[in-house]
Nanobody, 124 residues
Framework: QVQLVESGGGLVQAGGSLRLSCAAS????????MGWFRQAPGKEREFVAS????????TYSRSVSGRFTISRDKAKNTVYLQMNLLKPAGTAAYYC?????????????????WGQGTQVAVSS
């Protein structure tokens, strides 16, 4: 079992920044890929970014590339999502997830473990 706890959400004006954190515990592994997804009301959960635990290689969705940065701190077992130049369309619940297969897929069905989510609201 892997436990994931997100934090850092909140209300921010358009153009502002937030940093989300995801603390992982339990049976974590260096082979995992850690990802961030978001889900707005009435919409499907969508991939935002992911990172390989061992080498820290990131992948981003087109909608956030250049504005968001994913990183991880191995010593703290924590993954971060730095979100800059936020847009109102970024209003959503943000979820941290772990892909134990290490496949690198951006499909949410690939991910085995999920956090409870943290809410981000961007005002115009």
């Amino acid at each position: 079992q892997v436990q994931l706890v997100e934090s850092g959400g909140g209300l921010v004006q358009a153009g502002g920044s937030l940093r989300l954190s995801c603390a992982a515990s339990g049976r974590t592994s260096s082979s995992y890929i850690m990802g961030w997804f978001r889900q707005a009301p009435g919409k499907e959960r969508e991939f935002v970014a992911s990172i390989t635990w061992t080498f820290g290689m990131p992948t981003y969705s087109r909608s956030v590339s250049g504005r968001f940065t994913i990183s991880r701190d191995k010593a703290k077992n924590t993954v971060y999502l730095q979100m800059n130049l936020l847009k109102p369309a970024g209003t959503a619940a943000y979820y941290c997830a772990a892909d134990t297969s290490g496949s690198g897929s951006t499909r949410y069905s690939t991910y085995d473990y999920w956090g409870q989510g943290t809410q981000v609201a961007v005002s115009s």
